[in-house]
């Protein structure tokens, strides 16, 4: 998959945007599970990253299979990561009410 070592190779290669999407999208991969306390900076930009992946891939929404074990990254474009209350079977809404 990977054609180029670095970041700053692929976007060296102007013409292959997708490998230098994959590369970037690999990384902040890496550091989200890395660094826990920078997951919210790091979300927008993996989010972006696969949507521009798709866009070049020529692909439409769904899951990105970059074999990535980050768990926003197994979550489709556009669906919610936490369930929504209406969601939530009658057990669980009783026990979080409590």
């Known amino acids: 998959m990977a054609k180029y070592a670095t970041l700053a190779e692929a976007m060296v290669d102007n013409s292959d945007e997708l490998a230098e999407a ?3 999208y690999r990384l902040l991969s890496e550091s989200f599970e890395a660094m826990p306390q920078l997951r919210a900076n790091l979300n927008p930009a993996l989010e972006r ?3 521009e992946i798709l866009r070049l891939r020529g ?3 769904g899951s990105l299979p970059l074999g990535c074990a980050v768990a926003v990254a197994q979550v489709p474009l556009g669906a919610a990561a936490v369930p929504s209350w ?7 809404k009783r026990e979080r009410r409590v």
């Open 59 to 61: 692909r439409g929404l």
């Open 49 to 51: 990253a696969k949507a």
């Open 86 to 92: 209406k969601s939530l079977p009658l057990k669980e």
């Open 22 to 24: 994959e590369m970037r």
